[in-house]
């Protein structure tokens, strides 16, 4: 069998946000999400119809991260400058918020009960969701940092920083396992695949990095020149045999997640795709549809099949 033939097609723009779009994360189903950004609006879509965005909560400044906590049925949102809220989607109200931080909050990852939150001092905020209470102050640098993946099997994160590395951190002491050197710029994206074998970290310099993790241990397996600008976001496909980029230079790249070869371009051109930077990505298991949203105010939503051809 060959690589297969990517089919793509635009099947809804999405509009309502004011300002960029900065983040998505997924809800209890796979048709829902919600998004955020520089207007500080939080919407919740459906993908059955999608056109019906709603509007669960507005903070005063920009929001660069939400996260969807599972197990309260709360979408936990970070203000930049300011800190945590935590909102009740049963009723939209505000169950809570603590502040943390002047600087941004560029990520927020659950852990159990406990928020990962990665901030633009350089800190990580460890906090008890549950009773609204910092239970750590993490300092390994003193850049950003940028993005939180958890390993889906090990105890552990990855953090991608401001100072190029990649750090390794043990879910349970808070301590540091390993520091990779990873980019020759900021590391804007870390995600592991479903089944935690790799590592992708995505940087400023434009290439995204596949590491290997075997037993507590990374190492280096591919490096790819992927875009022309900024790696923003990576995101797999659920089944982890696709992954895609998100790119300041306004595009979208499919990527066959064994051989990290190059499937299919999404752009401006060819797709009717975003006219500027492509800053978060989704990829949901309800009919295989792909969301990206941007600094054009809008998200889109593709349809993306996988048809294998003989050679």
Known sequence: MGRPKVTVKKIHTLTGHRDSVFTLAPAASPKQFFSSGGDGQVAEWNLDNPNEGRLIAKVPTSVYALHYWKGENMLVVGQNTEGVHLIDLESRAERGSIQLTKEAIFDIKMVGDMAWVACGDGMVVVVDAKNLQIVDRLTWGQKSARSIAVHPEQNELAIGYSDHTVRIVDVDTHTLKQTLAAHDNSVF????????????????????????????????????????????HITYRPDGRYFAT???????????????????????????????????????????QLVSGSDDRTLSVWDITFEAQEI
Do not use: C
Request: glycine share 6%; no cysteine; charged share 25%.
């Open 189 to 232: 994206t870390v995600v592991y695949d479903p089944r935690g074998r790799w590592l992708l970290s995505g940087s400023r310099d434009a290439r995204f990095k596949a590491w290997r993790a075997q037993n507590g241990e990374y190492t280096l397996h591919e490096e790819v020149i992927a875009h022309m600008y900024a790696i923003n």
């Open 246 to 288: 998100g790119s300041m230079d306004k595009a979208v790249k499919v990527w066959d997640a064994d051989t990290f070869q190059l499937l299919k371009v999404i752009d401006k051109a060819r797709h009717a795709g975003h006219g500027t930077s492509v800053n978060k990505l989704w990829w949901s298991t309800f009919d295989d």
